[in-house]
């Protein structure tokens, strides 16, 4: 590991001021990545800006129905926040399935949100990838890609974003709440990560001098009885996804009102399922109509060799939650 400059600012105007100022540093919360990146010499910063002293841990709700969550809250505290279970269960599953207690113990929900993928090659500094050294190739293209993307990538990168919690605040149309030189900014969670492109490097629209303070989540009591985030992964024991489903559903008897869906495990960012949605509002829950908006879902996604069962797994998984969340199987 290289040597660095650690600093601990007690306010957010001073630790934007430091990054700002310095573009070799890096914001540290939890550490459970930044760490890990540092180790394997894929982080190299100069200066480590530690922001644990910042007043952004609160969960509350406000007035509007508005669920702010601080973005330094633990995963744990918000995944075991009597609000959060009661209100967004579907949030609270989804932290749950993230990580070991351990992790969600250390990790906050700034970083989680912000968390890099565990392709393989990433880590490996021996070998090309584009994400870690632009122009270098991506060898996971054709190597070993059972855990990469079936949805968005490019040949530049077919990597896939690993936060299980952001699948679900996507599903619920949260914000990412964001502060800078200029102010503060809500960004809408969907356009918060992006598709690799041909700049997989650039990972978020958040920019270097921003920082982030919190998550919103408007107003989602109607989805609250039915939702479920069903997790795919090769063992029990926390593993990252293979495919996941966040569903969040609101049934008019055996009819489907409203939902929201997305998918994790098969794209670059949380995959959220508009079209699909589209569909379902307004139909009859039946296995007829699940597996008509599972063909819709997979429109145009594509497998890499070792990856290509996701073409299966993605959509027979989508089925099942659809069949768990809307109450048609128990
Ligand atoms: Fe790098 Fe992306 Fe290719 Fe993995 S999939 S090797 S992260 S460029």
Redesign the pocket.
């Known amino acids: 590991m290289i040597n660095f400059d650690y600093i601990r600012p007690s306010t957010q105007k001073a630790a934007l001021d430091s990054i700002t100022k310095d573009v070799n540093a890096k914001f540290i919360a939890g550490g459970t990545n930044l760490v890990d990146l540092m180790k394997h010499g894929v982080e190299t910063p100069q200066k480590v800006i530690d922001i644990n002293k910042l007043p952004l841990r609160n969960i509350d709700e406000r007035k509007t129905g508005v669920i702010r969550i601080g973005a330094l809250a633990l995963n744990s505290e918000v995944a075991e926040s009597e609000l959060i279970q009661n209100k967004l269960p579907l949030l609270s599953q989804a932290l749950e399935a993230g990580a070991s207690p351990q992790l969600r113990n250390m990790a906050t929900i700034g970083g989680n949100i912000l968390q890099r993928?565990r392709?393989p090659?990433?880590y490996d500094t021996t070998?090309p990838?584009?994400?870690?050294k632009p122009g270098t190739g991506?060898?996971?293209?054709n190597g070993f890609n059972r855990m990469?993307a079936i949805f968005g990538a490019t040949d530049?990168?077919?990597?896939v974003h690993p936060s299980d919690m952001s699948v679900a605040l996507t599903a619920l149309d949260a914000f990412v709440v964001i502060a800078g030189p200029k102010g503060e900014r809500k960004l809408a969670f969907k356009d918060f990560h992006r598709l690799?492109g041909a700049t997989?490097h650039i990972e978020t629209n958040l920019q270097r001098n921003e920082i982030i303070t919190a998550v919103e989540v408007p107003d989602q009591s109607s989805f609250a009885n039915k939702s479920l985030y069903e997790k795919i992964r090769d063992r029990a024991s926390y593993a990252f996804a293979l495919v996941s489903v966040a569903v969040a559903v609101e049934m008019n008897g055996s009819s489907i009102k409203n939902i929201k869906l997305a998918m994790g495990g098969v794209a670059h960012k949380p995959w959220r399922l508009t079209e699909t949605e589209n569909f379902l509002r307004g139909k009859q829950a039946s296995d007829s109509v699940f597996e008509q908006a599972a063909t819709i879902a997979m429109k145009g996604a594509k497998g890499y060799g070792y990856n290509n069962f996701k073409l299966k797994l993605a959509p027979n998984t989508l089925v099942d939650a659809l069949k768990k969340a809307t109450g048609k199987v128990g």
């Not at 990838?129 to 870690?132: G, I, L, P, S, T």
């Not at 991506?138 to 293209?141: D, F, P, Q, T, V």
């Open positions: 993928t392709c090659y990433f070998m990838c584009n994400k870690r991506c060898s996971a293209l990469h530049q990168c077919i990597a690799p997989p």
